[in-house]
């Protein structure tokens, strides 16, 4: 039963990370790129945690934990750049 | 895989109903993410992304290993670090969307113009 629920994870995931992509390439503005890269990020460490319970390791905990604290760094400085056209003042 | 499915059956019910709980709501934030016709309505759908999709794929993966053995809380670190950054990062968004000036869905109240926005002020 676990085995096709979360094949129907991976499905559903792997298609929200195909939505943003879709909205990523379409744009329109700077903004909604940033916040497509954002749900890309975070939608990525999900299929990581998904992915560490279906061969049943803690290997990629780690590297979830990496991804959500780079992500945020990421997005923070996108979005600082927007605002002040500038990142260290 | 056949150690999942070596759990006892009320854990696997469990990490089943969390797993499609996160998985759901994280497709129905992505769409929201996809379909919505203005920025400032996008950026409210993927934050059921982080919140319930993450929570749930967390709590999921929590059961999974605290059953088999010792109970690790280790996989919360991840829930409570997007938790905590999800509303600066979705704040930061908001601010410089605000600043580049972009268009507005029609029916949006923009409250910096004055006018029949303020209902308060028509009120007295």
């Known amino acids: ?89 | 895989m056949e150690t999942l499915n070596a759990l006892p059956v009320w854990s696997q019910w469990l990490i089943g109903f969390f797993i499609l709980l996160g998985s759901v709501f994280a497709f129905i934030g992505s769409l929201g993410l996809a379909l919505l016709p203005d920025f400032f309505t996008r950026l409210h759908a993927p934050t059921k992304n982080t919140t319930l999709g993450i929570g749930g794929i967390v709590i999921a993966s929590i059961i999974a290993t605290s059953v088999q053995g010792s109970v690790t809380l280790s996989e919360l670190l991840i829930a409570i670090f997007l938790f905590l950054t999800a509303p600066i990062s979705a704040h930061i968004m908001a601010k410089a969307a605000l600043h580049t000036e972009l268009k507005m869905f029609s029916r949006t109240r923009d409250y910096r113009q004055k006018g029949d926005a303020y209902e308060h002020e028509k009120a007295d």
């Open chain 1, 1 to 89: 039963m676990l085995g096709t629920i979360l094949q129907i994870a991976f499905l559903l995931f792997s298609l929200s990370i195909l939505m943003n992509l879709w909205r990523l390439v379409k744009g329109p503005d700077l903004p909604d790129r940033i916040l497509a890269l954002d749900t890309i990020y975070i939608n990525s460490l999900a299929l990581l945690l998904l992915l560490g319970m279906f061969q049943n390791t803690q290997t990629y905990f780690e590297a979830a934990l990496l991804i959500a604290m780079f992500g945020f760094v990421g997005t923070i400085a996108a979005g600082k750049f927007l605002l002040r056209g500038d990142l260290i003042e």
